[in-house]
């Protein structure tokens, strides 16, 4: 099931990752490559981390293949209607939730503790989106004052954890895990509600 579920979260990243390179005005090159990066770059730093091998996209050859043409396919069409840019939020926190449970459950299968398997589902379902604004030449989003984003990921990484201590079974526990992001993440955007910024008493 999981494997089902990393499926649809490579998908649905690619989406994003092809969607903020078209905005950024990027070339085939830049959109293909973004693509890879949202799509891959969080579930790769989980893989190296936890010394999974091979790593998940290259082990699921045909992850690449499909990104690969789903960029190029976006790049076919000339222009994009103007309004995609207010749904972005839509594939970024179906992304977040996805990846996040994913990771969660690599983490436990890898014998993780219940703590450092969260973390996991941090990095997995977050540092694609962190690459992505350092690609389109921004301070990451999880660095910064934004709407809650990593603090969704490992809230929701809590719930998983716990619907599945209850004893209810997987699809369960992952449907309530990867709804709790989605809705926490979508409230963040909504109301944006963010973490206080810190400040050095400087008074600037």
Known sequence: MFQA?????????????????????????GVITLAFAVAFGG?????????????????????????????????????????????????????????????????LEANTTWFVATLFGVITGTFGGVISDILCDRVPSLFRSAPLYATCSFAGGWVFLGVGALGFPESVTAAVGITSIVIMRFAAIYWNITLPELHDGSGE
């Not at 579920?5 to 090159?29: H, K, N, S």
């Not at 045909?62 to 222009?79: E, R, S």
């Not at 209607?81 to 970024?92: G, R, S």
């Open 5 to 29: 579920i990393e499926f649809i979260a490579v998908v649905t990243a690619a989406t994003y990752g092809i969607l903020e390179a078209r905005a950024a005005r990027m070339d085939p090159l």
């Open 43 to 107: 579930g790769t730093l989980r893989d190296v981390f936890l010394d999974r091998q091979p790593l998940f996209w290259i082990a699921n050859a045909h992850y690449p293949v499909m990104v690969f043409f789903m960029a190029i396919a976006t790049c076919l069409v000339p222009k994009l209607p103007v309004t995609y840019k207010k749904y972005l939020a839509i594939p970024d926190a179906l992304g977040l939730g996805l990846f996040s449970v994913v990771g969660v459950q690599y983490a």
